[in-house]
């Protein structure tokens, strides 16, 4: 069956559309006059009963049937509380004007399909149906009224594409987060046993020559950056599902910084990291989770600078004082305006970083959920070849 028109059945103007719609179907397959005015006749009559009883009426125009024979069929279809009978006064007179007429019920859905066959002096084929089909999918509206409806279909259908396509969407991301959560845990587990043994074989250094024990440390290494990453992915994932979960304590923020950034100089220690502290205050926060801002600010000021650049953390109380602003300053690559805007999102990284630089871009998501669930913010300035300064607050607590 070929779709050729689709008319909603709501009020006496769609009468109106119906039946000249109807009869320009005709006229455009070349019926008769008077076949045309009989199949637009009875369509009237079905469609009148569809708007007088209801406004969820649906009229369709089809072809059915396949080369060389075709036939016409009109299909009404509505629901309606009324109890209807294929005797109804209607029904009956279209019944007598097109014999191929079926009508059934469910329940108080109604379908009454009526139609007529094509003759073969007509030579419709394939071609000359997707035209016919083409014709009133571009077809110049009738009157303002069909001008409206066919703009409030398009709507319609624009609408429920873009739902389709959030779904779409949404699906996607449940399946993306679902594929991170399992595989962040599967790695989490081997990580942690060649993790253990390495330890283990740093442990025994003594027993090997110094060429073994470069590759015990290199091993090492490589271990905890693996580790690292597989950590991140589990922290996305928890993130996504909200078991990202807090242990909030009473913390001295400029004991918290130093201690953190000195651990973390020992780690970077081809940088020069400056520290630079501002008017005690204390915080509520969840230190491990803190310190985890803090390294992925500072790892990522070390791997977006060049080699032994100086690095500067400053902490500094808001003007209102009601929160602690942290700031981790360097003199990189810096980022142009358009990525600024863009760095906090999940998974994303600047287009000139990802050959030249490792990572995976869920440092710095990570750390936005964190500040945010500590009730701070968190931004970036930044100057391309210059450098960032990232700054993020939290709210300080008041005794
Ligand atoms: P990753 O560093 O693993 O890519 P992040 O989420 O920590 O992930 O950072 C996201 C992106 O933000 C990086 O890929 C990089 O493009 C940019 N970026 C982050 N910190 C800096 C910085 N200090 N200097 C320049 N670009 C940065």
Not at 66 to 71: D, I, N, Q, T, V
Not at 212 to 231: F, R
Not at 330 to 357: L, Q
Request: contains cysteine; hydrophobic residues 40%.
């Amino acid at each position: 069956m070929k779709e050729i028109l689709d008319i909603s059945l709501e009020n006496e103007m769609d009468l109106v559309l119906a039946h000249r719609r109807s009869m320009q179907v005709g006229e455009q397959l070349g019926l008769t006059v008077a076949t045309r005015t009989t199949f637009a006749t009875a369509v009237s009559e079905i469609s009148r009963t569809a708007i007088e009883y209801t406004d969820n009426g649906r009229l369709n125009i089809l072809i059915s049937g396949k080369y060389p024979r075709y036939s016409l069929y009109a299909r009404v279809v509505f629901d309606s509380d009324q109890t209807f009978r294929a005797t109804d006064e209607g029904f009956f007179y279209a019944k007598k004007l097109l014999p191929d007429f079926s009508f059934s019920s469910s329940g108080n859905a109604y379908v009454i399909e009526m139609g007529l066959g094509l003759p073969r002096s007509l030579k419709l084929d394939e071609t000359k149906l997707s035209a016919l089909k083409l014709f009133f999918e571009n077809v110049i509206p009738l009157n303002a009224y069909e001008e409206i409806k066919q703009k409030n279909f398009q709507l319609h259908r624009l609408t429920g594409e873009q739902e389709e396509e959030i779904r779409m969407r949404r699906d996607l991301d449940e399946k993306k987060s679902e594929f991170i959560s399992v595989a962040s845990h599967e790695l989490k587990t081997p990580i942690t046993v060649v993790k253990a043994y390495t330890q283990m074989l740093k442990l025994l250094k003594d027993q090997y020559t110094d060429k073994v024990a470069g590759v015990i440390d290199k091993l090492d290494v490589q271990t905890t950056k693996l580790s690292l990453l597989a950590q991140q992915l589990m922290d996305v994932s928890k993130v996504e599902n909200g078991s990202l979960l807090y242990d909030l304590v009473d913390v001295d923020l400029n004991e918290f910084v130093n201690e953190t950034v000195t651990m973390l100089s020992n780690v970077h220690s081809s940088n020069q990291i400056n520290i630079s502290l501002g008017t005690p205050c204390r915080i509520m926060a969840d230190p491990l989770r803190l310190e985890q801002v803090l390294t992925n600010l500072l790892g990522n000021a070390v791997k977006y600078s060049a080699r032994n650049a100086a690095i500067d953390i400053e902490t500094v109380l808001s003007e209102t004082g009601d929160s602690v602003i942290i700031k981790v300053t360097d003199c990189g690559i810096g980022m142009s305006s358009a990525g600024i805007a863009k760095i906090f999102d999940k998974f994303y990284r600047m287009d000139d970083v990802t050959t030249s630089h490792p990572g995976l871009g869920m440092g710095l998501y990570i750390s936005s959920k964190i500040i945010s669930e500590h009730g701070g913010k968190i931004w970036v300035e930044s100057t391309l070849n210059q450098g960032s300064t990232f700054f993020f607050t939290i709210p300080v607590q008041t005794v």
